[in-house]
Nanobody
Framework: QVQLVESGGGLVQVGGSRRLSCAAS????????MSWFRQVPGKEREFVAA????????YYAASVKGRFTISRDNAKNTVYLQMNSLKPEDTAVYYC????????????WGQGTQVTVSS
């Protein structure tokens, strides 16, 4: 069973940066893609970014494109989300998730890490 553990959340000022990490554990880890989502209380969880595990192709939500960068370290089974030029509307709980195969639903989720952007 895959476990995902996020870290790196916290309080950051508007215009600042933060890097989130998501470490995957399990006897053998594989994925088609790893993604970041975020959720604000009272709203649906929204897609932020994704990276394909084998070749590193990346995808972003329009709201973060140009400000956030997703990357992965296959040797460490870790995915990162570098967040720059943060805005108050980026405040949310951020979750990482695994898509096991192309076209499949996400089957593993982390517990989430809070990011708060203050002005």
């Amino acid at each position: 069973q895959v476990q995902l553990v996020e870290s790196g959340g916290g309080l950051v000022q508007v215009g600042g940066s933060r890097r989130l990490s998501c470490a995957a554990s399990g006897r053998t880890f594989s994925a088609y893609a790893m993604s970041w989502f975020r959720q604000v209380p009272g709203k649906e969880r929204e897609f932020v970014a994704a990276v394909t595990w084998s070749d590193g192709n990346t995808y972003y939500a329009a709201s973060v494109k140009g400000r956030f960068t997703i990357s992965r370290d296959n040797a460490k089974n870790t995915v990162y989300l570098q967040m720059n030029s943060l805005k108050p509307e980026d405040t949310a709980v951020y979750y990482c998730a695994r898509q096991p195969n192309r076209g499949y639903e996400y089957d593993s989720w982390g517990q989430g890490t809070q990011v708060t952007v203050s002005s």
